[in-house]
C-alpha cells in the first residue's frame, strides 16, 4: 500500500473534527437491514422466561412471540432466526420431535406467517434440541452416523418448507446434507427456498449459553469435534464453503464471528457469496455482562458489529439487534 502525504501538510485529523465528517467519510456502516434476532421459543402458555447465561435474552411460548415480534417489525429487522426449547419428555435418541408438524418451530411460523407476514424466517436443519443426547446427528455404533442423519435432516427441512420457512439453515455439519436437501426441496417444487449453510462452523467453546437456552447442555457428554470444524484451522473452511456453494447453497455462515473475523476476511476474498457472522452466545454474554455492570460503553455492541462489516460479511446474526436497532433509530 502507498502512503500519501506527510505531517504537517497533511493531517488526518481533519476527517475527524465533527460528526457529520466522519461519517460522510465512513466506509462501514451498520443499518437495521443488516440484522438477524435469534429467538427462542418454548412449551406452555403466558410465558416469558429469562435465560441464566444470556441477560436480556428470553425464552417465549408461543402465545408470547407477538411480544418481541412486535419490537422486531418497529425497528424493522428483516429476519429471525427461531430456536426451540423442547422439552425432555419430547425428546429421544432419534430427534423425532423435529419431524413433528406440531412442534415448536413449526407453531412459531404459522403464528409470524399469520400475523408478520413481513418478517423473514430462517430455522436450524439439526437434531441438537431434539435429541436426548444433544447431537446434531444420531447416534450409531458410538458414532453419529453422517448418512442415517441427513435421511432425517431432509424431512426436517421439507417440513420447515412446508411451514413457511423463508431461510432453510443446516448446521449440522454433515458432509453432503445441503444437497441433498436442495434436491428434496427441489423435487417437492420449494425453489424459492433459499438454505444458508452453516458451511463453517467451528467446535467452539461459546456456545455454552445457547446449549442452556435450548436445553441441550446438560445432555452432551461428549463434544462435536467429529463433525465440527477444528478451530485450529484456517483452510479447511474454503472446502466446506466450496462444497456446499456446489451443493446448492445460496449464503454461508461463519460461526462463531467475533473470534473468526480472519476467516470471514478470507472466505470473502475467495468466494463471491453473501457472508453471514453468526455472534454466538458466548461473544454475546461476554459483552452483555460487561456493559450492565458498566465496565464496557453500551456503544461496543455496536463497535462488535461493525467489526463483522469490515471484515466483509453482509449481515449479522446477533442477540444485541434489537438493542443495536434502537440505538440506529434513535441517532
Known amino acids: 500500500m502507498k502512503i500519501i502525504g506527510s505531517y504537517p501538510k497533511t493531517r488526518l485529523r481533519r476527517l475527524r473534527k465533527s460528526p457529520w465528517m466522519r461519517n460522510l467519510v465512513s466506509e462501514n456502516n451498520i443499518s437495521s437491514n443488516d440484522l438477524i434476532l435469534p429467538i427462542f421459543v418454548r412449551e406452555g402458555k403466558n410465558k416469558v422466561e429469562k435465560i441464566r447465561s444470556m441477560p436480556g435474552i428470553n425464552r417465549y411460548s408461543i402465545d408470547k412471540l407477538p411480544l418481541i415480534l412486535n ?49 423473514g424466517t430462517m430455522c436450524d436443519v439439526a437434531l441438537d434440541p431434539y435429541t436426548s443426547h444433544g447431537h446434531d446427528g444420531i447416534i450409531i455404533k458410538n458414532k453419529i452416523d453422517n448418512d442415517e442423519t441427513i435421511k432425517i435432516l431432509k424431512k426436517q427441512a421439507l417440513l420447515q418448507a412446508k411451514m413457511g420457512c423463508d ?43 445457547f446449549r442452556e437456552a435450548v436445553g441441550s447442555r446438560s445432555k452432551l457428554k461428549k463434544d462435536k469435534k467429529t463433525y465440527q470444524m477444528d478451530y485450529r484451522n484456517t483452510f479447511d473452511s474454503f472446502r466446506e464453503v466450496g462444497f456446499d456453494l456446489k451443493e446448492g447453497a445460496d449464503m454461508i455462515i461463519v460461526k462463531p464471528g467475533m473470534f473468526y473475523l480472519d476467516i470471514i476476511q478470507k472466505i470473502k476474498n475467495n468466494f463471491s457469496v453473501p457472508i453471514i457472522a453468526y455472534q454466538v452466545s458466548g461473544e454475546y454474554s461476554l459483552l452483555k455482562n460487561a456493559i450492565q455492570k458498566k465496565i464496557l460503553n453500551p456503544d461496543s455492541a455496536i463497535e462488535s458489529i461493525l467489526s463483522f462489516k469490515r471484515a466483509g460479511a453482509c449481515a449479522i446474526i446477533s442477540y444485541f439487534a434489537i438493542d443495536i436497532a434502537k440505538i440506529i433509530k434513535s441517532n
Open 71 to 119: 419490537q422486531v417489525k418497529k425497528y424493522k429487522i428483516p429476519m429471525v432466526a427461531i430456536f426451540p426449547n423442547t422439552p425432555n419428555f419430547k425428546k429421544d435418541e432419534l430427534g423425532s420431535e423435529a419431524l413433528n408438524p406440531n412442534n415448536l418451530v413449526c407453531r412459531s411460523l404459522r403464528l409470524i406467517k399469520k400475523r408478520f407476514p413481513k418478517i
Open 167 to 209: 431461510v432453510i439453515a443446516p448446521s449440522d455439519m454433515m458432509d453432503g446434507r445441503v444437497g441433498a436437501i436442495r434436491k428434496a426441496l427441489d423435487n417437492e417444487k420449494f425453489f424459492d427456498i433459499s438454505i444458508l449453510s452453516y458451511a463453517v462452523k467451528y467446535a467452539s467453546n461459546f456456545y455454552g449459553p
